[in-house]
């Protein structure tokens, strides 16, 4: 077992859970998220729901986060609208935030159980997308 146990960012899981509490609407918006980026600022975001496949709230963060010139995150945590609590990432944005920040922390678990652990804790044998871009020469 490789996983390591990490401090848990209590002040993100609030920042998401408050994002989820005040901005989710609908079924457009059901899922927030809140990131640390490296330089210790928060930054959230909103899911946006679509059938044709719109992002989770970890990918709209993403750009988000680019938005305001915050390119390394160092952990994300999701919160679920109606009091759900912390939802863990999908298989689709392990796989993006893996290939984004190979070095990020994920916040998991529910209740008192919550803890830190890594992306590629998560993705166990996985497919680094960098690994494969092989020049054509
Ligand atoms: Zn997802």
Do not use: D, R
């Given at each position: 077992m490789t996983t390591q146990t990490h401090h848990v960012d209590h002040e993100l899981i609030e920042a998401a859970a408050e994002v989820a509490r005040t901005r989710c609407r609908g079924d457009n918006h059901t899922m927030a998220a809140a990131a640390r980026a490296r330089d210790g600022r928060i930054v959230t975001a909103v899911n946006a729901y679509h059938f044709t496949g719109g992002p989770c709230a970890e990918l709209v963060l993403i750009g988000t986060a680019a938005a305001q010139g915050?390119?390394?995150?160092d952990t994300i945590v999701a919160v679920g609208d109606r009091d759900r609590g912390v939802v863990p990432p999908c298989g689709r944005c392990r796989q993006v935030l893996l290939d984004y920040f190979p070095a990020l922390k994920v916040i998991v678990g529910t209740g008192d159980r919550v803890r830190t652990v890594r992306i590629t804790d998560l993705l166990p044998e996985s497919y680094v997308w960098a690994d494969h871009q092989l020049d054509a020469e």
């Open positions: 915050a390119y390394e995150l």
